[in-house]
């Protein structure tokens, strides 16, 4: 048989746990806005600058170095966020630019493919005579274009 529990042991067991949130004091607008400004100067704090700020503030120094703490690293992640916006912003230019390229390559590629048939059918049509005088013509033109 069980032993039956005593009546504290069963009212402490059924009492909801404490919210963490309950214990955790907010800072004033103040304290909040001369933190910041500090931050600012430098996101590290001196052991010095700690206890007068902390002095200043009615803050425990370990308030305003778990402050400090946590303050660098939202800023560190608004870097990385702001960083990433770039690279991303960056990489869309890039892509649209590579796509446009390739686009362009396509073209050309079409135009040069053209060109070739176009070359093949005069070769058969023109008379051999007519096709050596316009080579020549063509070799003149590209050996100008080579000297500028």
């Known amino acids: 048989m069980e032993p039956e529990l005593e ?3 069963i009212s402490n067991f059924k009492k909801p746990f ?7 004091k907010r800072f004033t607008d103040e304290q909040v806005k001369l933190l910041e400004t500090m931050f600012k ?11 007068k700020l902390a002095r200043e503030l009615g ?8 402050w400090f703490q946590n303050k660098r690293a939202r ?26 390229l390739k686009t362009e390559k396509e073209r050309l590629l079409i135009q040069v493919s053209y060109l070739i048939s176009l070359v093949k059918i005069l070769t ?4 051999r005579n007519l096709w050596k005088r316009i080579n020549f013509v063509l070799f003149f033109f590209k050996t100008v274009g080579d000297i500028k």
């Open 7 to 9: 009546n504290s042991e």
């Open 124 to 127: 058969l049509l023109l008379p």
């Open 75 to 100: 800023w560190k992640s608004k870097q990385l966020e702001h960083e990433y916006r770039i690279l991303q912003s960056n990489f869309d230019n890039l892509n649209m630019q590579f796509e446009s």
């Open 59 to 66: 803050l425990q120094p370990r308030q305003v170095a778990i």
């Open 18 to 24: 404490k919210n963490k949130c309950e214990n955790v």
């Open 41 to 51: 100067l430098g996101t590290k704090i001196e052991p010095r600058e700690k206890l």
